[in-house]
Nanobody
Framework: QVQLVESGGGLVQAGGSLRLSCAAS????????MGWYRQAPGKQRELVAT???????NYADSVKGRFTISRDNAKNTVYLQMSSLKPEDTAVYYC?????????WGQGTQVTVSS
């Protein structure tokens, strides 16, 4: 079992920045890929960014150049640095992790960008 706890969400003005964190606990040595997804009201959950254990990254086109995903394997934590935020980035942001073929999700953290 892997437990994921996100933090760092909040309210920010358009053009501002936020950094999300996701701390993993439990059977963490087997975690491979980690990622961030988001879900806006009335919309499906969508990919934001993923990062492998070797730190290869993948981003949604809508966030490329504005968001940066990183991870600290020693701290079992993945981060999402978000800059130049737009109102359309408003959503609940979820962290996930893959471990031994299972996909785990955090509880989500709200990000609200005001115009």
């Amino acid at each position: 079992q892997v437990q994921l706890v996100e933090s760092g969400g909040g309210l920010v003005q358009a053009g501002g920045s936020l950094r999300l964190s996701c701390a993993a606990s439990g059977i963490i040595f087997s975690i491979s890929d980690m990622g961030w997804y988001r879900q806006a009201p009335g919309k499906q959950r969508e990919l934001v960014a993923t990062i492998s254990r070797g730190r290869s990254t993948n981003y949604a086109d809508s966030v490329k150049g504005r968001f940066t995903i990183s991870r600290d394997n020693a701290k079992n934590t993945v981060y999402l640095q978000m800059s130049s935020l737009k109102p359309e980035d408003t959503a609940v942001y979820y962290c996930n992790a893959i471990s031994r073929g299972y996909l785990y999700w955090g509880q989500g953290t709200q990000v609200t960008v005001s115009s």
